[in-house]
């Protein structure tokens, strides 16, 4: 079993900053990609910034400048650093993993269950 836990969501008037975390935990051969969504009601969820084992990194045009992903791969997570934070990135944020469980098995995306981030005009 694959499990990816995310936290450090919360409420923050706009300007502020939030750092999110995720963790990786259980039977874990390899991981390949990290990264974060996140998704309003209503609305499709959408990639906000990913990285990629070797350190490449990919952002959402409306967080470029903004937000940061970065990784510790000795333990498995993943951090996603907000800064000047906007009333419209209000949402559900998600962590995923590209996961390759055990030699035996096939990779995989695995998905936390969310962290809500709520920003104040």
């Known amino acids: 079993q694959v499990h990816l836990v995310e936290s450090g969501g919360g409420l923050v008037q706009a300007g502020g900053s939030l750092r999110l975390a995720c963790a990786a935990s259980?039977?874990?051969?390899?991981?390949?990609?990290m990264g974060w969504y996140r998704q309003v009601t209503g609305k499709n969820r959408e990639m906000v910034a990913h990285?990629?084992?070797?350190?490449?990194?990919k952002y959402a045009d409306s967080v470029m400048g903004r937000f940061t992903i970065s990784r510790d791969k000795a333990k498995n997570m993943v951090y996603l650093q907000m800064d000047s934070l906007k009333p419209e990135d209000t949402a559900l944020y998600y962590c995923y993993a590209d996961i390759r469980p055990s030699i035996e098995r096939a990779w995989g995306d695995y998905w936390g269950q969310g962290t809500q981030v709520t920003v104040s005009s």
């Open positions: 990285i990629h084992s070797g350190g490449t990194t």
């Open positions: 259980g039977t874990i051969f390899d991981v390949n990609a």
